[in-house]
């Protein structure tokens, strides 16, 4: 049975979100970043941006991208099984577009597993279309990505 979820918020991730991200890319990705990698995302990169879904003080879902002149790239979003399907990843990545928006980033783009049909859903529910194919993309099990763009993205306008 699916757990009532009251309600969640969406916030920028700061280093204290280190160790619960670790927890949810461990559990949710076959070949997790490592902690050294979100430490680097998060404090160093000044092109990364990344919002953290939080219900309490935990987080359980959370999202990144890399503003690249004038593309995003997203590079992660996760959510903590027990979390799924109540909308959380919709609203990341709407935050995501949100700030796409505002920093004048016109297109985003993204790679995902061929298989992950729900991440695929949620990406074309959101003007996201399969532009091509990475073939044997990942190093765990040689899967090819999708690879995916939202050109609709338009400053001072609407997604």
């Given at each position: 049975m699916r757990r009532l979820l009251s309600k969640f918020r969406i916030i920028p991730t700061i280093p204290?979100?280190?160790?619960?991200?670790?927890?949810l890319e461990n559990e949710c990705?076959?070949?997790?970043?490592?902690?050294?990698?979100?430490?680097e995302e998060i404090t160093r990169n000044m092109f990364a941006v990344y919002?953290?879904?939080?219900?309490?003080?935990?987080v359980v879902g959370y999202a990144g991208m890399w503003k690249i002149i004038n593309e995003g790239h997203i590079t992660n979003i996760a959510v903590a099984p027990g979390y799924r399907r109540?909308?959380?990843?919709s609203s990341l990545l709407c935050r995501l577009m949100e700030t796409s928006i505002s920093s004048g980033i016109t297109a985003m783009t993204?790679?995902?597993?061929?298989?992950?049909?729900?991440?695929?859903?949620?990406?074309?529910?959101?003007?996201?279309?399969?532009?091509?194919?990475r073939t044997k993309y990942y190093s765990d099990n040689g899967e090819n990505a999708m690879i995916m763009?939202?050109?609709?993205?338009r400053p001072g306008g609407q997604v």
């Amino acid at each position: 049975m699916r757990r009532l979820l009251s309600k969640f918020r969406i916030i920028p991730t700061i280093p204290e979100h280190i160790e619960d991200i670790m927890v949810l890319e461990n559990e949710c990705f076959s070949v997790p970043w490592s902690k050294n990698a979100f430490i680097e995302e998060i404090t160093r990169n000044m092109f990364a941006v990344y919002f953290s879904a939080m219900v309490d003080d935990k987080v359980v879902g959370y999202a990144g991208m890399w503003k690249i002149i004038n593309e995003g790239h997203i590079t992660n979003i996760a959510v903590a099984p027990g979390y799924r399907r109540m909308g959380i990843a919709s609203s990341l990545l709407c935050r995501l577009m949100e700030t796409s928006i505002s920093s004048g980033i016109t297109a985003m783009t993204l790679e995902v597993r061929e298989s992950n049909i729900a991440a695929l859903a949620l990406y074309k529910k959101h003007g996201f279309e399969i532009k091509g194919k990475r073939t044997k993309y990942y190093s765990d099990n040689g899967e090819n990505a999708m690879i995916m763009w939202n050109s609709k993205i338009r400053p001072g306008g609407q997604v």
